[in-house]
């Protein structure tokens, strides 16, 4: 999976250049029969007409690359007039030779942040861009625990603390299930032979209660008094994930969302964090216990 998703960055970056000069031409080159197509879903995050560019927030490319966010050249101008940021959309993502852009762009009838017909709801999202730089510390936050007690970042002073996100209904084993797999392996670690809190923040709290949070915290054999799991109102946990660069958004009764798990040190400075799933147990708690030494 590695591997993979290098390849993928490695053929993106140069080809996107190429293909962008190409898509400015007033006649643009015909489409190969070697051309190769991959569906492609997201969120519009940016629009530059003058370039025929958006810039989507999109899923992972099923035989091609993992999520993330970037730009794509389109052709269709007049499917790119219809668009505004925040629009969910899908289309088709066309590689040829040294050239890629989007074609048969289809523009979902809500936007991300709005709810679905069913599912998962998010009635507020993250904005993007508003990371906390490594090195620097994490703006306090209040949110409430599996006990239904209100905590805040501040009273883990003292100690390290790791911080991730998921959502008790996530149907995708690799994703939310593994990193609650992760997490209790780390807090076993942690009751063995070392020291701080684990926090576990849903980003679905309209329906991550406290006592459904409980209740799957039960299940992971957490102890609630070092592994926390929090929700809250949905605007302030869309702005705790904003501090750690993680956005969500509801799409077709689930709620897509980037993978993280960040390390702060005892003076609540980010210290490290991981995107994705490339992490294990181990990693982190070795980052915890190298904040912890200072």
Same mark, same amino acid.
Not at 61 to 74: D, I, N, R, S
Not at 149 to 175: D, K, M, N, W
Not at 205 to 234: C, I, M, N
């Given at each position: 999976?590695?591997?993979?998703?290098?390849?993928?960055?490695? !053929?993106?970056?140069? *080809? /996107? #250049?190429?293909?962008?000069?190409?898509?400015?031409?007033?006649?643009?080159?015909?489409?190969?029969?070697?051309?190769?197509? /991959?569906?492609?879903?997201?969120?519009?995050?940016?629009?530059?007409?003058?370039?025929?560019?958006?810039? *989507?927030?999109?899923?992972?490319?099923?035989?091609?690359?993992?999520?993330?966010?970037?730009? /794509?050249?389109?052709?269709?101008?007049?499917?790119?007039?219809? *668009?505004?940021?925040?629009?969910?959309?899908?289309?088709?993502?066309?590689?040829? %030779?040294?050239?890629? !852009?989007?074609?048969?762009?289809?523009?979902?009838?809500?936007?991300? %942040?709005?709810?679905?017909?069913?599912?998962?709801? #998010?009635?507020?999202?993250?904005?993007?861009?508003?990371? @906390?730089?490594?090195?620097?510390?994490?703006?306090?936050? @209040?949110?409430?625990?599996?006990?239904?007690?209100?905590?805040?970042?501040?009273?883990?002073?003292?100690? &390290?603390?790791?911080?991730?996100?998921?959502?008790?209904?996530? &149907?995708?084993a690799t994703a939310c299930p593994m990193t609650t797999a992760k997490f209790s392996k780390l807090d076993?670690?942690?009751?063995?032979? %070392?020291?701080?809190?684990?926090?576990?923040?849903?980003?679905?709290?309209?329906?991550? @209660?406290?006592?459904?949070?409980?209740?799957?915290?039960?299940?992971?054999?957490?102890?609630?008094?070092? !592994?926390?799991?929090? @929700?809250?109102?949905?605007?302030?946990?869309?702005?705790?994930?904003?501090?750690?660069?993680?956005?969500?958004?509801?799409?077709?009764?689930?709620i897509v969302h980037q993978q993280a798990v960040a390390v702060l040190d005892p003076r609540g400075r980010l210290t490290?964090?991981?995107?994705?799933?490339? !992490?294990?147990?181990?990693?982190?708690?070795?980052?915890?216990?190298?904040?912890?030494?200072?």
């Amino acid at each position: 999976m590695r591997s993979r998703r290098r390849a993928a960055i490695l !053929w993106i970056v140069p *080809l /996107f #250049a190429a293909a962008a000069a190409s898509c400015r031409r007033s006649a643009e080159p015909a489409v190969s029969g070697a051309a190769e197509r /991959f569906a492609i879903a997201g969120v519009v995050r940016a629009l530059d007409a003058a370039r025929s560019e958006i810039t *989507l927030e999109h899923e992972p490319v099923e035989g091609l690359m993992g999520a993330m966010t970037m730009p /794509f050249p389109v052709r269709d101008r007049e499917a790119l007039a219809t *668009l505004s940021v925040g629009d969910r959309l899908s289309a088709t993502l066309v590689r040829d %030779g040294g050239r890629f !852009w989007l074609e048969g762009i289809r523009k979902e009838n809500a936007k991300a %942040g709005s709810a679905p017909s069913a599912g998962p709801m #998010a009635s507020a999202t993250p904005r993007p861009n508003r990371g @906390t730089p490594v090195g620097e510390q994490v703006a306090d936050f @209040t949110l409430v625990e599996q006990t239904g007690h209100a905590v805040r970042l501040s009273e883990f002073r003292g100690q &390290p603390v790791a911080v991730t996100f998921l959502y008790t209904r996530c &149907p995708i084993a690799t994703a939310c299930p593994m990193t609650t797999a992760k997490f209790s392996k780390l807090d076993a670690m942690l009751a063995k032979g %070392g020291s701080g809190v684990l926090l576990t923040v849903t980003v679905d709290p309209e329906h991550d @209660t406290p006592a459904v949070l409980a209740q799957y915290a039960s299940h992971a054999g957490a102890d609630p008094k070092r !592994w926390k799991f929090l @929700t809250g109102d949905p605007k302030a946990v869309a702005d705790v994930a904003e501090r750690f660069g993680v956005l969500y958004y509801p799409d077709k009764g689930q709620i897509v969302h980037q993978q993280a798990v960040a390390v702060l040190d005892p003076r609540g400075r980010l210290t490290n964090i991981y995107y994705g799933e490339d !992490w294990e147990p181990e990693h982190i708690f070795r980052d915890m216990e190298k904040a912890r030494r200072g």
